[in-house]
């Protein structure tokens, strides 16, 4: 896969994940219902800046980022999930599955990167992978917490 394509693909999955991220922001249910809130609304504050950077990118290097629905829901690797309520174990665990997904694609895009002397996607990407891995810190910490039964006490 091409820079460029997986460039396409990691915007795709940006733009399905912030519906998605949207969906689980206003349909979770249950105690933890506004922690998981707040938690999904920077999640999503912060996929929205990302998709706007990686189109950016895209454009800086003549290529054309994909821009609709059918576009990205057939590049896109994260699966969509119908509205329902959701439980706050679902939606960790919704998170931490799409971020890991994320952060693999992201991974590859950087190493890609590394090896073409692309400075700018090496850098950008590093900045998500970093990202990622606090956020990954804080779902393993909420698991912990929330399988012992600690409502911090």
């Not at 979770?28 to 998709?51: C, I, Q, R």
């Not at 990118?57 to 999930?81: H, N, R, W």
Request: charged share 25%; aromatic share 10%.
């Amino acid at each position: 896969m091409t820079c460029a394509k997986k460039l396409n693909t990691y915007l795709a999955n940006l733009a399905l994940w912030n519906v998605k991220l949207h969906s689980l922001h206003w349909n979770v249910t249950g105690h933890y219902f506004k922690p998981l809130h707040e938690m999904t609304e920077s999640l999503y504050d912060n996929v929205f800046e990302a998709y706007d950077s990686v189109a950016e990118v895209l454009k800086m290097k003549g290529e054309m980022p994909l821009s609709t629905m059918s576009e990205y829901l057939s590049a896109a690797t994260l699966q969509e999930v119908p509205a329902k309520d959701f439980s706050a174990h679902e939606v960790v665990a919704m998170i931490e599955e799409d971020m890991k997904q994320m952060n693999e694609l992201a991974l590859e895009i950087r190493k890609d990167a590394v090896q073409s002397d692309d400075f700018e996607v090496q850098a950008m990407f590093e900045g998500f992978i970093a990202g990622f891995s606090k956020q990954l810190w804080f779902i393993r910490a909420m698991k912990t917490r929330h399988e012992c039964g600690c409502h911090g006490h």
